[in-house]
C-alpha cells in the first residue's frame, strides 16, 4: 500500500479522499481543480498553461519574422507601446531577447510540459489501466514547480534589458558576462529541471509498478512507450543540464572559474586573469541534455501518432516490435551524439568524425519508424478526420525534418551551414512541422475524453490544411537561405552585403508565418468553442481499442470502476473472423 | 474529399523537389537560392558532398512521399469504393521488410560516413605542410585574426614571415591574403565566443576565448570576399563584419613592403 491508498499491484482499495467532501465551494474548487493530485487534471493544467505559453511564443516569433521581413521599421499597432523610446521598432539587444525567449518558451514551456507533462499525465494510467500516478503528491509538484518558473522568466523580461539576450544555448563567457537577467533565466530553467525529474520518475515507476493484470510490456500501445522511454531519457540527462545550470549561476554570482578563460577582456576594460575556466566544457554539458532534449520532444509525439494513424487506418500497427527497438536505439544513441552540434565549435576534429558517425547512426532508426508508419497506413481503411490528418502531415514534416539531418551530420558540410538558417529549418520541421503537428492531432484525438465533447471535425481540417501549407510556406524557403549561408540570430542580417537580396525571400517567410498565426486561431476558437458547445461525445467515437476508452469520458478520480483485466495488444484493428473492426484490449475472449 | 488530400500530400514531394532542383540549378525566379559562388579549392568538395547527400535526400523523400500520397488517395477512398464497405488488411509485420529496409539503410549511411572524411581531413586534419630548416613542418600563419565585440583585428606578419615580431602589420577589419597557394590564419578572441564565417570560402570556425584555431584554404581568384562573426556575441553582433581582399602573391609582397609596422607592438614590448 501507498500512502496514497493504492496497491501497486494495481487492485482496487480505498480511492483517496473525494475533492467534493467540504461544504465550502471555494475549497473544493481549489481541491479539484488547483492543489489536485488527480493525473487527469494535473495533465490538464499541464495542457492548459502551455498552450497559453504557445500562444506567447509565437507572437515573439512573430516579431522576429517582423523584423526580418521589414527591418528597423515601427511595429503596427503595438510598436508604439512597448518602444516607445526607440520610436516603435525592435532595438538589437531587444532582437536577441526575442530569440532568447521564442526557443526558451517554446522548449522549455510549450513542447516538453506539453508532450510529457499533458498528454504523459494524462494518458500514462487510463492506458495501462492504473488508477493514478504512483506518486500523485509528487505529480501534484511538478506542476507546481512550473510556477517559479513562470515567474523567473517573466521577472527576467520585466528587467531593464528586458530580459536574457544571449540565446537559448547561454554560451559563455558571453552569458555571464554581459547582462543581468542572466540569473533569473537560469533559476527559471532548474525549476523546470526539478519538475521534469519529479515527473519522470514518476512515469517510470508507474509503467513499470502499475500495469493492470494482463498488460505486459509488450501489449502497451506506443504513446506509454514513447513517454516510458522519454521519461527514462529525462531522469538521465536532466541532472547534467540542472548540474551545468547551477556552475552558470555560481559563474556568474562567484565567479569560480568554471568557463571563464585566463586573460580575458570584457568589453575591452579589464583582464580578468587566472581564472583557468574552458568555454566549451558548457557547451558539453549543454549539449549532453539539449541533444538527447530534440528527442524527448519528439518521441511520444511520435508514439501518439502510431496510435492515431493505427486507429484512424483500422489496421494494426505494423511492426510494433521495431517500433518499439527503433524508439530504445534513438534514446541510447541519442546520449552519445551531441558533439554534432560542435563540429566547428573547437572542439578536437577527430571527436568530431566519432560523433559523426554516431549521428549518422540514428538516422537508422528514425528511418526504420517513418518505413512502419507507412506500412500502418498501406492497405488500411483510412477515415479522413483530424487526427489522422494531423498524424498524416506528421510523417509528411519528419522526413522533410529527417532527412535534412543528414546535412548536418556531414561534418564538411555543416561547417557551411550550421548557425544558418538551414539549421531553423531543420530543427522547426522537427519541433514545429512534427512534434506540434503530433500534438495538435492528440488534442483533436484525446478531447472527447478529457471533456466529453467532440472537437468540430470540419474545422480540424481546414487548420490542418492551412497549418500543413504555411508551415511548409515558412520553413521550407529557409533551406535555401541556409545554403546561401544567411546567418541565424542576427538583427539585421542585411548589414552583410551578400544577403541584401535575400529579403522578398525573407518577406514571404513572414507573410506565411502570419498565416500560420492565424489558422492557430482557428483551432483557438474551436478548442474553447468545444469545450462548451462541442457535440457530446460517446466514451469510445474512434472506435479504439486502448483502455482509456473503455471509462466514460472526463473519467472519474480512480478511473476504473474495476481494474481491467487486458488480453491482446492494442493494435487489434479488423482482425479477421472479429464481429468489428476492433476489438478492445480488455474484451474477454468469447 | 481523400482525393484532395491525397492529393496535397503527393504535392509535398513533387512541388518540394521541383522548387529544390530549380534553386539548385539557380533558374528564376529561384535564383541566388544555393551555395554562393565559391573561391576555395576544398569548397568542390564541400560541393560535391553536398549535392551527392541532396541526391541520396531526393530518392528517399520522393519515393517516401509519394507513398504517402498514393497510400492517402488510394486507400483513404475504401469505403467508398462500390458503395460497398471494404475492411483494411489485417497484417501485423514482415521481418523480411524490416530487415531489407534496415540494410539498405544503414549501408547509405555507413558510405555517407566514408565519403566525407576525406573532406573533413582536408579542411580540419591537415594543415599544410611546408620545409622549414629541412623539416617538413606545418605551415605558419600568414597572419593572426582576433575577434573582439565587434570587429576584428587582422596582425600579417610582416617580411620576416613570422607573427608576434616588430615587423607585424595591422589593419582593422581588412584581410590582404594571397590567392593561388594555401594560407593558415591563426584565429583568436579577446572576450567572447565568435566564429570566423568567410561563405564565398565555405569555411566557419568559432573562435573560443583562450584558445588558438588554425584554419586554412586555398584561395582560387582575385576577389573581395566578406568576414562575417556566425557565433551570437551580443547586441552589435550584427554589425560584426571585415573584408578579404584577396591578390596575387606579387602584389602581397609589394602590399606588404608598402606598410608601416604596427606600433601597438613595441608599445606592448615596452609595457611588458
Known amino acids: 500500500m501507498t500512502a496514497d491508498g493504492f496497491s501497486l499491484s494495481g487492485e482496487t482499495s480505498a480511492v483517496h479522499e473525494p475533492h467534493g467532501s467540504s461544504s465550502n465551494p471555494l475549497v473544493r474548487f481549489l481541491g479539484t481543480w488547483v492543489f489536485s493530485r488527480d493525473h487527469k487534471v494535473i495533465g490538464l493544467q499541464f495542457l492548459f498553461s502551455s498552450l497559453i505559453w504557445l500562444g506567447i511564443g509565437g507572437l515573439l516569433a512573430l516579431a522576429i519574422r517582423w523584423q526580418l521581413a521589414w527591418p528597423w521599421t515601427e511595429i503596427p499597432i503595438i510598436g508604439r507601446t512597448l518602444f516607445a523610446a526607440e520610436g516603435g521598432q525592435i532595438t538589437p539587444q531587444f532582437y536577441n531577447v526575442l530569440f532568447t525567449m521564442h526557443a526558451t518558451i517554446m522548449i522549455f514551456f510549450v513542447v516538453v510540459p506539453i508532450l510529457t507533462g499533458a498528454f504523459g499525465n494524462y494518458l500514462i494510467p487510463l492506458m495501462i489501466g492504473a488508477r493514478d500516478m504512483a506518486f500523485p503528491t509528487m505529480n501534484m509538484l511538478s506542476y507546481w514547480l512550473m510556477w517559479p518558473a513562470f515567474g523567473c522568466m517573466i521577472w527576467a523580461m520585466a528587467t531593464p534589458e528586458r530580459g536574457p539576450d544571449f540565446g537559448w544555448t547561454a554560451y559563455p563567457p558571453l552569458s555571464v558576462l554581459f547582462g543581468d537577467a542572466q540569473s533569473l533565466w537560469v533559476l527559471g530553467l532548474v525549476f523546470v529541471g526539478i519538475s521534469s525529474m519529479l515527473g519522470s520518475i514518476n512515469y517510470i515507476t508507474t509503467v513499470l509498478q502499475l500495469r493492470a493484470p494482463g498488460m505486459t510490456l509488450f501489449r502497451m500501445p506506443m504513446t506509454v512507450w514513447g513517454l516510458f522511454i522519454t521519461a527514462i531519457l529525462q531522469a538521465f540527462a536532466l541532472p547534467v543540464l540542472t548540474a551545468a545550470l547551477v556552475m552558470l549561476l555560481l559563474e556568474k554570482v562567484f565567479q569560480t572559474g568554471f568557463f571563464l578563460p585566463n586573460g580575458l577582456e570584457a568589453n575591452s576594460i579589464q583582464p580578468l586573469d587566472g581564472s583557468g575556466g574552458q568555454p566549451l566544457l558548457w557547451q558539453h554539458l549543454f549539449w549532453f541534455y539539449s541533444h538527447p532534449a530534440v528527442y524527448i520532444m519528439v518521441l511520444p509525439a511520435m508514439g501518439m501518432v502510431s496510435d492515431m494513424l493505427s486507429c484512424g487506418a483500422r489496421k494494426p500497427l505494423f511492426g510494433y516490435r521495431p517500433m518499439i527497438y527503433s524508439m530504445i536505439a534513438i534514446s541510447g544513441l541519442g546520449f552519445i551524439v551531441w558533439g554534432h552540434h560542435m563540429f566547428v565549435s573547437g572542439m578536437s576534429y577527430f571527436l568530431s568524425v566519432s560523433f559523426m558517425i554516431s549521428t549518422m547512426l540514428i538516422a537508422l532508426p528514425s528511418g526504420v519508424k517513418v518505413f512502419n508508419w507507412l506500412g500502418t497506413i498501406w492497405g488500411g481503411k483510412l477515415r479522413m478526420d483530424s487526427p489522422t490528418l494531423f498524424g498524416l502531415g506528421f510523417i509528411s514534416m519528419f522526413i522533410i525534418g529527417g532527412l535534412s539531418g543528414l546535412l548536418m551530420a556531414a561534418t564538411p558540410v555543416d561547417m557551411v551551414i550550421t548557425d544558418t538558417y538551414f539549421i531553423v529549418a531543420h530543427f522547426h520541421y522537427v519541433l514545429f512541422g512534427s512534434s506540434i503537428l503530433g500534438v495538435f492531432g492528440a488534442i483533436y484525438f484525446w478531447f472527447p475524453k478529457m471533456f466529453g465533447r467532440m472537437m468540430n471535425d470540419f474545422w480540424g481540417q481546414v487548420h490542418f490544411f492551412l497549418s500543413f501549407i504555411f508551415v511548409n510556406g515558412t520553413f521550407f524557403p529557409m533551406h535555401f537561405l541556409g545554403a546561401r549561408g544567411f546567418l541565424r540570430r542576427t538583427a539585421d542580417p542585411y548589414v552583410v552585403e551578400g544577403f541584401r537580396d535575400l529579403l522578398p525571400v525573407n518577406q514571404f517567410i513572414t507573410w506565411c508565418a502570419f498565416g500560420m498565426a492565424a489558422a492557430q486561431v482557428i483551432f483557438l476558437i474551436n478548442f474553447l468553442g468545444s469545450l462548451f458547445w462541442g457535440r457530446k461525445a460517446e466514451a469510445n467515437p474512434w472506435r479504439a481499442n486502448s483502455l482509456e476508452w473503455t471509462v466514460p469520458n472526463s473519467p472519474p478520480h480512480g478511473n476504473f470502476a474495476e481494474i481491467p483485466q487486458v488480453y491482446r495488444g492494442p493494435y487489434e484493428y479488423s482482425y479477421p473472423g472479429h464481429d468489428s473492426d476492433y476489438w478492445p484490449q480488455s474484451e474477454a475472449p468469447a | ?272
Not at chain 2, 553536398?50 to 535526400?57: E, K, P
Not at chain 2, 593561388?180 to 570556425?205: A, N, T, Y
Open chain 2, 1 to 272: 474529399m481523400y482525393r484532395f488530400w491525397g492529393l496535397l500530400f503527393f504535392a509535398v514531394p513533387i512541388v518540394g523537389t521541383i522548387v529544390y532542383a530549380l534553386a539548385m540549378l539557380g533558374v528564376a525566379p529561384f535564383a541566388g537560392l544555393r551555395l554562393p559562388a565559391n573561391y576555395n579549392q576544398a569548397g568542390v568538395e564541400i560541393a560535391h558532398l553536398y549535392n551527392v547527400i541532396h541526391g541520396i535526400m531526393a530518392v528517399v523523400f520522393v519515393s517516401t512521399g509519394l507513398l504517402l500520397g498514393w497510400s492517402v488517395w488510394r486507400f483513404g477512398g475504401r469505403q467508398l469504393s462500390g458503395g460497398q464497405e471494404l475492411g483494411a488488411r489485417y497484417f501485423t509485420h514482415s521481418n523480411l521488410l524490416e530487415l531489407t529496409w534496415s540494410v539498405a539503410a544503414a549501408g547509405i549511411l555507413v558510405f555517407l560516413s566514408l565519403y566525407q572524411l576525406n573532406s573533413w581531413a582536408e579542411n580540419k586534419l591537415e594543415r599544410p605542410l611546408v620545409e622549414i630548416a629541412g623539416r617538413m613542418q606545418p605551415q605558419p600563419p600568414l597572419a593572426k585574426v582576433v575577434a573582439k565585440r565587434f570587429g576584428w583585428e587582422f596582425y600579417h606578419a610582416g617580411p620576416d614571415g613570422r607573427l608576434d615580431t616588430p615587423d607585424d602589420v595591422y589593419l582593422e577589419n581588412l584581410l590582404h591574403v594571397p590567392f593561388g597557394e594555401p594560407v593558415v590564419l591563426q584565429l583568436e578572441s579577446r572576450d567572447v565566443i565568435h566564429s570566423f564565417f568567410v561563405p564565398g570560402l565555405r569555411l566557419k570556425q568559432d573562435i573560443v576565448p583562450g584558445m588558438q584555431h588554425f584554419v586554412w584554404f586555398k584561395a582560387t581568384s582575385p576577389v573581395e570576399l566578406e568576414i562575417i562573426c556566425s557565433e551570437l556575441c551580443g547586441w552589435g553582433h550584427y554589425t560584426m563584419q571585415a573584408r578579404m581582399q584577396l591578390v596575387s602573391r606579387s602584389d602581397y609582397d609589394r602590399w606588404l613592403a608598402e606598410q608601416s609596422p604596427w606600433k601597438g607592438f613595441a608599445a606592448k614590448e615596452e609595457q611588458e
